[in-house]
């Protein structure tokens, strides 16, 4: 086995090739130091005195199906120039650990595409050992993500655990990347996350977030220049949930057995968009029978359906003259969940509008939850909150595709 081997399979240089051998399914390579490549590993110094040696074992990438490990006798030196008594630095592995940088290289590639568990029962190593890579790595990477560039973000919450265990997620609506991960919801979480932001001296034009007060308290103070942008899925939903809510009060309410029999069953059916309607089901004939025979109900169903609208006007003053009517409509239905959410909309019409300034949404940092349920369900949970931060700043080079 050549030197020029050593290095291009195995990155290993400046050292000499000893002898190879086999043993209960291993390759095992030994190497020595070359006398001439040895120096200090404080002052860089060769004038060194030899001090013993330390023999050790490292692991490196498989050849085929066999792994491979290397041995070396560690040289101990005491450097002439500054006094130091050290162990030389190798060059090809961290001095505490007992694998190469090329085996650590490999671990981080196949946790990519693989479970750590499933990583470490190829490498024939612990599943510790592979986590404990992989977030090393992660953290060179992630763990501080640079702020200056930001223009457009997303600010939401996602529960990552039993009783209540939240993190807050700040997503750069530009790249997808995520740019913070906060410990718990609310303000208290974004604290940290501000303080960097003014150090970055970036100018957030933009945010893109739910109707949460303490969100808007926070984006109020701390950036007082940029524009809260409402999402306006998020404004859908609430009006399908408060749609949802009155249709179960109406069938609890009606007598006739005939038309609790219609409204049994259309809760889906009010909340699904019209064009998705299945008419092989006969759900578009359903929908309708339940919305003939009760008329509070087919109100509130097209109020629901109009308000889609709101963000396909022309222009933001035809929209402004949209929502105007459509909540004086709402306030004149008698219906009293309406009649409450036309005065939130008009409250926080300033947000709403502000979309068609700055058509944002926190879609993708919906779609980045969704990853992160994933990845978690992949990973079974994670006990480290750490590594489970370290995960979702990368989350957005991960890929997840329907296999079978």
Known sequence: MSTSLLYHAFCIRGYAY??????????????????????CPDCGSRNLILRGTQPRSFFAP???SRPVRIELAVQRVECRECGAIKQVDLGFSDPRRFYTRAFERLAVELSRCMTIKDVAQHLRVSWDVVKEMVKRYLGRRFSRPSLHHLEAIAIDEISVGKGQQYLTVVLDLQSGAVVFVGDGKGVEALAPFWRRLRRSGARVRAVAMDMSPAYIAAVLKELPGAQIVFDHFHVIKMMNDKLSDFRRDLHREVESLEQKAVLKGTRWLLLKNPENLNDQRNERERLEKALTINRPLALAYYMKEDLRELWKQASKERAEAFLADWCRRAQASGIRFLIKFAGMLLAHRSGILAWYDYPISTGPLEGTNNKIKTMKRQAYGFRDKEFLKLKIFAIH????????
């Open 62 to 64: 498989s050849i085929g």
């Open 18 to 39: 000893v002898s190879t051998r086999y043993e209960q399914g291993e390759i095992v390579f030994t190497i020595r130091h070359k006398p001439e490549s040895l120096q």
């Open 397 to 404: 080079e991960a890929k997840y595709a329907l296999v079978g």
